[in-house]
């Protein structure tokens, strides 16, 4: 290391984006085309879906052949550079907590793989406390965050359908594909035992938006992937790239923000960052800055910018930072359903995921937890990849073959008959519900661990309550019964009970963290305005999912975008009457 | 030689095993570099995960003798059939060989598990399982094929033939003559237009009205 000292820009920006997945990809869209100039600092390297994604690439072009590795844990062709574990950058857990963190390194974060559910929070959601006295109300409601949640699904295109749910709000659709036959199966099993299944809404391109030609989706369902065709929403294609193309933006990859830079009067003056490329110190200044690096980079961010103004890191005088830390809850259960042995063959990708879902349909009064969930559906032909049938020897003397009774196991032309007769025939379901935010759920900066760069990484300690508890396990009794309504069978996540806590997934694991940096009217209580604005420090904003004070059911992107717009453009404003 | 002829040889025969196995040593280099695995290492690929495929390319695992052996066994699970070749045809143990380096929660049980099936053929037969007789290597896959009906004191072989025909059957239903065999017709741009109709009757099935109103629809011609 020896020689190195820091590298100050001398160009003032108008403002500094930490992070450019949905929020920080949001933002600078929104103020580089209103014309302002732009720092976008990004952890990762470049990412481009057209020249980048590995779309349309055949098992067998994979020498692990599709399987999960450390540099991409959803599979070998998945879009999303690291997940679970960064080599070089750790994170630390308090006692029993078994969080899981999962960090994108790359142009567009984790919107280049993720499963693009599009849901927008209801009036409910927005009023949990209200309702049930537990978490705390949002400082807005639906009726404000409507017009972003408009504007988006014309800007970005979504599928789905109006069906006027009180808490499930109608947008602006384009038509939903329609449901595969095991999607018809699971429709007509769950309909006939009083769950609703409805077309899924998801943002992807069924038909061509009207004023946007240079984007076309061509149903290969690998959304996953990222889309070289733009045809689905990643932050990289639909946002970036046009902001971009406005000249009004300076992109910097590879680069690792350290902290927020301050001068005496508390304001915040830029970003420190360090180069993964040559490993040199540089300072980026700017009239704002806006943190959009996911809930919990941002909040390690702020707690390790510590001045003697901000002792306990940037805009914390409340303590509030990395508190009330919550993810989805998720369980899960699959079978396989004899009616579809032997299927004939055709071309059943469709878009990337499922085309119909179940919204939350119940009243949580009568309920023994307090909060919903809302149940995503799989199966059907899907890509051989690895993994392809393993244990079939659990199957093949389970099942008559061509009606046919065999030993279970084999090998040789009669095992070759088994996989061909029982592909196509599994399904399987998933939960995702509202956990409740709590204090005492959080993150926190480990006194004794820096990462490789030097800086202090996170230490989590979370928990999950009776109340997600009990929702996993009302997830499992729904998905038994489903299963059952429709003639399948049980094939696995059938034996979770009290002793795993029904299944409930280790809190992280969804990939909807949330809420360490939230909003609030009451600066005693929370870190941000109800404009994603920092109480403490006017020009320091938090456009991810930080700034959540609760997460409904509903997968948290859709949202994340509306407020990130909301606020951009409130930034603009200010900006322009010189508030900042 | 390379590694492919250097393994069917080993197959044929057992008397000149000796000079077949000096000449894979001196070819193991090239071995890995005529792998029938597909290098990725393109654009998709982000640097750090091309710094490892070259790792993983770049050593050994399994010894010549180990390779012969996989590659009967997995010929014994997935052989030629009417419809389509084996798993030899297919490349399965070069699939192997690299899932083990990039998995390595596999490689004790493949190792010991091939050990444990060597040790039970020199009690039987007096050979290790390559150089068995076709009959005798049924003899002793049927004692491990069948998990519900294997002995007691089979079941660590049981355990490694179940491994063993996953990795064969995930190797080979993922390579282009598996994928064509079990009839995966997607991956190709393509206009999804629902299930066909003669597949709806089939099921005793159709779209609703309100399905078909508000779904997509392409014209079918």
Redesign the interface.
């Known amino acids: 290391m020896g020689d190195f000292q820091i590298k100050k820009q001398p160009k003032q920006y108008d403002a500094i984006i930490v992070g450019s997945g949905a929020g920080g990809g949001m933002a600078a869209y929104v103020l580089a085309n209103a014309g302002l100039k732009i720092c976008l600092i990004e952890a990762g390297?470049n990412f481009d879906p057209a020249?980048?994604?590995?779309q349309?690439?055949?098992?067998?072009?994979?020498?692990?052949?599709?399987?999960s590795?450390k540099?991409?844990p959803f599979g070998?062709?998945d879009g999303c550079?690291w997940g679970w574990d960064i080599?070089g950058e750790p994170y630390t857990q308090s006692g029993t907590t078994k969080w899981e963190w999962w960090r994108a390194r790359?142009l567009g974060g984790r919107t280049n793989h993720w499963g693009r559910i599009s849901l927008r929070f209801g009036p409910k959601d927005f009023k949990g406390k209200s309702i049930d006295g537990l978490g705390d109300d949002w400082p807005i409601g639906y009726e404000d965050v409507k017009p972003y949640y408009d504007k988006i699904d014309q800007l970005i295109g979504i599928?789905g359908?109006n069906e006027g749910l009180p808490n499930d709000p109608d947008g602006f659709f384009?038509?939903?594909?329609?449901?595969?036959?095991h999607e018809?199966?699971i429709k007509?099993a769950a309909t006939n035992i009083g769950i609703p299944v409805i077309?899924s809404r998801l943002s992807i391109l069924?038909?061509q938006l009207p004023n946007n030609k240079d984007r076309n989706c061509?149903?290969?369902?690998?959304c996953g992937r990222s889309c070289k065709l733009y045809g689905d929403f990643s932050s990289s294609s639909v946002l970036i790239k046009p902001a971009l193309a406005t000249g009004n933006v300076d992109l910097i990859t590879n680069a690792m923000a350290r902290e927020v830079l301050t001068n005496r009067d508390g304001l915040a003056t830029g970003i420190s960052y360090v180069s993964k490329d040559d490993m040199q110190e540089y300072q980026v200044f700017g009239k704002t800055v806006i943190l959009a690096a996911s809930a919990c980079e941002s909040a390690r961010l702020m707690l390790n910018s510590k001045s003697p103004r901000y002792p306990n890191g940037i805009a914390n005088s409340s303590g509030v930072i990395g508190k009330y830390l919550h993810d989805s809850t998720g369980a899960d259960m699959g079978g396989i359903i004899p009616?579809l042995f032997d299927?004939?063959?055709?071309?059943?990708?469709?878009?990337g995921g499922m085309h119909v879902y179940t919204p939350w349909w119940l009243d949580n009064k009568k309920l023994d937890f307090p909060r919903g969930y809302h149940i995503e559906y799989g199966g059907g032909?899907?890509?051989?990849?690895?993994?392809?049938?393993?244990?079939?020897?659990k199957l093949n003397?389970t099942y008559k073959v061509k009606d046919k009774q065999k030993?279970?196991?084999?090998?040789?032309?009669s095992?070759?008959e088994d996989?061909?007769y029982f592909?196509g025939s599994h399904v399987g379901m998933a939960g995702r519900g509202e956990g409740i935010a709590r204090e005492d759920s959080y993150c926190e900066i480990d006194p004794n661990v820096v990462d490789k760069y030097g800086i202090p990484v996170l230490r989590f300690h979370t928990s999950w309550s009776d109340y997600e508890i009990n929702q996993a396990k009302h997830m499992k009794e729904t998905f038994k019964q489903i299963l059952h309504s429709m003639g399948a069978v049980v094939t696995w996540g059938g034996d979770d009970g009290p002793h795993n806590n029904y299944g409930l997934h280790n809190p992280g694991n969804i990939i909807h963290e949330a809420g360490t940096v939230r909003m609030g009217n009451d600066p005693k209580r929370s870190v941000l305005n109800k404009w994603s604005q920092a109480h403490d420090c006017k020009n320091l904003f938090c456009v991810d999912g930080g700034q959540f004070v609760s997460q409904a059911d509903k997968n948290i992107t859709w949202t994340i975008l509306a407020l990130a717009m909301r606020a951009s453009e409130h930034i603009v404003d200010e900006l322009k009457k010189q508030n900042l | 030689m390379d590694r492919r002829r250097s393994i069917k040889a080993l197959l044929i025969g057992g008397a000149a095993s000796a000079v077949f196995i000096e000449a894979c040593k001196n070819s193991d280099k090239r071995v890995t570099e005529e792998t029938t695995l597909t290098k990725f290492t393109g654009a998709e690929r982000m640097q750090e995960e091309n710094e490892h495929y070259k790792k993983v390319v770049a050593e050994h695992f399994f010894d010549q003798h180990e390779l012969a052996t996989i590659t009967v066994l997995a010929d014994i699970i997935i052989p030629r059939d009417a419809v389509s070749g084996s798993a030899s045809d297919a490349g399965v143990t070069d699939f192997i060989e690299f899932i083990v380096k990039d998995i390595p929660s596999h490689q004790t049980p493949m190792r010991g598990g091939l050990r444990w099936l060597d040790l039970q053929c020199l009690k039987l037969f007096e050979k290790t399982f390559k150089d068995c007789s076709n009959k005798q290597q049924i003899e002793i896959v049927d004692e491990i094929a069948y998990p519900k009906k294997a002995k007691p004191e089979m079941q660590q072989g049981v355990a490694f033939f179940n491994l063993m025909r996953n990795l064969t059957s995930t190797g080979f239903y993922t390579s282009e003559i598996g994928v064509k065999d079990v009839g995966y017709m997607g991956n190709t741009p393509n206009q999804w237009n629902g299930v066909p109709d003669d597949v709806l009757k089939q099921y005793g099935l159709s779209y609703s009205e309100k399905e078909l109103k508000e779904c997509v629809s392409f014209d079918k011609t």
């Open positions: 390297p020249k980048n994604s590995a349309f690439k055949n098992p067998w072009e994979s020498p692990r052949r599709g399987a590795s540099f991409r070998d062709f550079y080599e790359m599928f359908t384009l038509p939903p594909p329609k449901p595969r036959l018809l199966f007509r077309p069924t038909k061509v149903f290969c369902g690998q009616e299927r004939k063959r055709y071309n059943e990708d469709g878009v032909f899907g890509m051989p990849l690895y993994g392809f049938q393993w244990g079939i020897e003397g030993e279970a196991g084999g090998y040789g032309a095992l070759k996989y061909r592909f």
